[in-house]
Nanobody
């Protein structure tokens, strides 16, 4: 199993980013996927999740209405669209899959600052 995140960067408040997570080594289209983040000095927290067919999605209250999770089951890519970013969204963002055991990517850093 391999998960590789990308798309992070430094932006100003109100701007947008799209994060990607390229997955390999398992049947991506059959498994729910999740995004987590770890803000400075905080525990890692769940951000959003999506069912295998994209029928169901869920979001943490802090990001609801601003972030959108999606997936491409042809190319095995998980996305997280981050809109109207706030300084408190500054974090390392990770994708996670549970395939018997948990697998995490290396993370991609998002910094929101004016």
């Amino acid at each position: 199993v391999r998960l590789v995140e990308s798309g992070g960067g430094s932006v100003q408040p109100g701007e947008s980013l799209q994060l990607s997570c390229k997955a390999s080594g398992f049947n991506f289209r059959d498994i729910a996927m999740n995004w987590y983040r770890q803000r400075p000095g905080k525990e890692r927290e769940w951000v959003a999740g999506i069912s295998p067919t994209s029928e169901d999605t869920g979001y943490a209250d802090a990001v609801k209405g601003r972030f959108t999770i999606s997936r491409d089951n042809i190319n095995n890519i998980l996305y997280l669209q981050l809109n109207n970013l706030k300084p408190e969204d500054t974090a390392v963002y990770y994708c996670k899959v549970v395939n018997v055991v948990e697998y995490w990517g290396q993370g991609t850093r998002v910094t929101v600052s004016s």
